[in-house]
């Protein structure tokens, strides 16, 4: 049976209107603007835009096109090489200036736009030479410059400070006073909610309340965020908690953290609860060699250094993003060879050479776990779940010492939601420590030992098993 992601999900804006859609992680407003970028299809429903209605699929709506839906997320459309004014202009293929393109025209057009916005940023700077927050200001100022009718903004705020985020909601403001509307997606209540026209909170797929600007209040939005979540019933699998630490936390620290401390012992699964996500994005970039840190991670009784994603599983730590399942498979690569391809990096002879015998065992073990129907299958159209399979039966054959698993059941039916606990259930038993973050507490209660409760940058409550129903009811 399969997963309904949106239920009879709508939403109307007017033009020059900001609003604010708010929900936690698998509520549905990452497929929502997954369809509106073209990424996704949808079953049934209408998407109508500037008075026209758009088929739904790749490539199908007009994404930075003039008189078209900009989409701003956590990824950067620039070009690093080129100058502040060359990406405003010369990416779009549109000609601005008529029958020629000149650099110090469109500098100067730049510095207007700029000044009209109060912008600070020198046209001629190279964009590989932004800070984080002026590549984010850029793609606001382009989006306007392709007269966009519609940007639809995914979650970007992170830890501006308040002068920024200032800044930012004069450039909407200012948007608002031309026409153009504002789609917020964000997962809290934060600054853009106060100043949004009105907040609509999505749950499950489907409508939750909305919210007007005079009726906001911070305390009433984030109770609609969970009211009538189901908890579901504690998994009847148990962990094989181990004395030794998998893993030591240790002090912690960098823009973000303040010494950050905590511990998971070999064979327990421990949760982060994070309703925010933001402690765990932070988190995850450590991890990834993304962000620069102060701290120790402490892995029998060895120093690890965070610094290169690609170092991770020689340092004995997996991470696993379930919001990125099918992105983490090889698609020019078979199945087969998406199983295979760790085992054969450890056994590989002089690293050219297959050990044939490896190569049987695994061929064995795929055949059982996918029950033989995977052989002819496209990695490029594998579903969610047996892409979920493959990612944790590859790091299984890696044998990492510790897991972390950010948001491991986003979007996850609840046959696959079983069978990813039974997969992490195994990883405990083979005394593989696991952190899993979600800012469901539903997810975590079913398998976790502890929970630690995090708010902004800090872990403020540990909550014991035997706890869970007591606390979080």
């Known amino acids: 049976m399969g997963n309904l992601i949106l239920n009879q999900f709508s939403l109307e804006i007017l033009s020059g209107e900001i609003i604010n859609l708010i929900g936690l992680e698998g509520s549905g407003k990452e497929e929502l603007y997954a369809i509106l970028s073209g990424k996704e299809f949808i079953d049934s429903g209408d998407v109508w835009f500037n008075g026209e209605q758009y088929k739904i699929g790749k ?36 000609n601005y200036f008529q029958f020629s393109v000149s650099k110090k025209k469109m500098e100067q057009q730049t ?60 450039i909407l403001n200012l948007f608002k006073k031309e ?32 919210f007007y600007k005079e009726d906001y209040e911070k305390e009433k939005i984030k109770r609609s965020l969970t009211t009538g979540k189901q908890y579901l019933e504690n998994y009847e699998g148990v962990t ?28 327990e699964i421990l949760g982060i609860y994070d309703i925010q996500n933001k402690f765990s994005r932070e988190l995850k970039k450590i991890l990834l060699g993304k962000k620069k840190y102060q701290g120790k991670f402490i892995i029998e009784d060895e120093e690890i250094k965070t610094d290169a994603e690609y170092k991770l599983l020689k340092s004995k730590i997996a991470v696993v993003d379930g919001n990125a399942y099918q992105l983490s498979i090889f698609p020019d690569l078979s199945l087969q060879e998406n199983l295979e391809i760790s085992a054969y990096q450890k056994t590989a002879k002089g690293k050219y050479f297959i050990n044939r015998r490896v190569q049987k065992y695994v061929n064995r073990m795929g055949e059982e776990l996918f029950e033989n129907n995977v052989t002819y299958k496209s990695m490029r159209e594998i579903s969610r779940r047996d892409a979920m399979r493959v990612v944790y039966y590859r790091l299984g054959l890696a044998k990492p010492k510790i897991l972390f698993c950010f948001q491991p059941f986003l979007r996850l039916d609840p046959i696959s939601r079983k069978q990813l606990c039974e997969i992490l259930l195994k990883f405990s038993s083979q005394g593989t420590g696991m952190i899993l973050s979600s800012a469901s507490v539903s997810d975590l209660i079913l398998l976790c030992d502890r929970i630690l409760v995090v708010e902004k940058n800090r872990i403020y409550q540990e909550v014991e098993r035997a706890s869970f129903l007591k606390v979080f009811q």
């Open 179 to 210: 026409g153009i509307s504002i789609l917020w997606i964000n997962n809290y209540p934060d600054s853009i909610t106060e100043a949004a026209d009105k907040i609509v909170v999505i749950r499950n797929g489907k409508n939750g309340i909305l």
């Open 111 to 170: 510095k207007k736009i700029f000044d009209q916005f109060n912008v600070k940023i020198d046209p001629r700077k190279k964009a590989k030479n932004l800070t984080p927050y002026e590549r984010c200001i850029l793609r606001f100022m382009r989006a306007y410059v392709k007269r966009a009718k519609l940007i639809v903004v995914d979650d970007i705020l992170d830890d501006y400070s308040l002068d920024k985020i200032h800044q930012i909601l004069e």
């Open 59 to 94: 490539e199908s709506l007009p994404v930075e096109r003039v008189n078209g839906i900009f989409l701003i997320g956590n990824y950067d459309l620039i070009i690093p090489d080129l100058t502040v004014a060359e990406n405003i202009y010369i990416i779009e293929k549109i």
């Open 240 to 267: 094989s908690v181990r004395k030794e630490n998998a893993i030591s936390i240790q002090n912690i620290k960098n823009n973000y953290f303040n010494e950050l401390s905590f511990e998971c012992k070999k064979g």
